[in-house]
């Protein structure tokens, strides 16, 4: 079994996007695959269908209901904030410690295949804050699995993007690829983008979603990301 994490440089890029994709994909192909948003702010539980969970259980072919979200995503908060404050809102509270047992014991059901891959997708970007003294990268440091970041096209992703590898880097996380999914608004060609994210990244394969028309189930019309990854078994 694989497990990978899958973070961003900040939030609305394009993540749960990537992570639909990616399962919907290896799925498509015989490769047997589950995803993950553990956590997740600006629910809307009146909204299973289009909420990022539901998309998620979509992509894995289940059809979104409360039990489903609940196996899923069991730290969700209603405002779309960091969930540092929508927990705060909510006088609830993000156990770090319990966040990182849920992952794992996701990671090691004895019932799961030997070529199983599981998506973990992260909340925001990478240096949101989940508690008063724990970010996504602690998570993303803990867990210790392979990570995939999901970066923009939009003005600025150049920056954001090297400032949040630079980040990972000093936390001894090294990530497997980046992939640019398309803005809704380029300064410059998608490819432009990536070729200079590619120059002072170069150990880094970087790939490129191009923006698809919005449509239910969008997510299924993205290229073939699986090269990505390492498949067990393959």
């Known amino acids: ?23 919907y994909q290896l799925r ?9 948003k553990p956590v ?20 894995m072919g289940i059809q979104p209901c409360h039990e489903e979200v609940q196996k899923i995503s069991p730290w969700r908060f209603s405002a ?34 030997q070529k199983h891959v599981i998506f973990i997708e992260g909340v925001g970007g990478a240096m949101v804050p989940l508690d008063e003294e724990h970010t996504v990268m602690d998570w993303m440091a803990t867990l210790d699995v392979p990570t995939l970041v999901v970066a923009g096209s939009y003005l600025g992703t150049i ?14 996380i090294r990530p497997v690829a980046i992939i640019i999914s398309e803005s809704q608004e380029n300064p410059v060609p998608l490819e432009l983008t990536s070729e200079t ?15 698809i028309a919005t449509s239910k189930h969008a997510w299924k019309k993205a290229p073939d990301l699986r090269g990505l990854i390492k498949i067990p078994g393959d």
């Open 159 to 172: 920056s954001h993007t090297l400032t949040t590898v630079e980040a990972m880097s000093r936390n001894s």
């Open 197 to 211: 994210i590619s120059r002072f990244l170069p150990e880094i394969p970087v790939a490129t979603v191009p923006r």
């Open 28 to 36: 498509s192909h015989g490769n047997p695959a589950r995803t993950l």
């Open 80 to 113: 779309a904030i960091s969930p540092d404050m929508a927990a705060q809102r909510e006088n609830r509270h993000i156990d770090f410690e319990e966040l990182l047992q849920f992952c794992r014991n996701i990671s090691a059901q004895k019932n799961s295949s």
């Open 40 to 59: 997740i702010s600006g629910y809307n539980e009146k909204d299973l269908e289009n909420s990022d969970s539901g998309i998620l259980l979509n992509s």
């Open 1 to 23: 079994m694989s497990t990978y994490f899958i973070t961003a440089t900040g939030t609305g890029v394009g993540k749960t996007f990537v992570t639909a994709a990616l399962c």
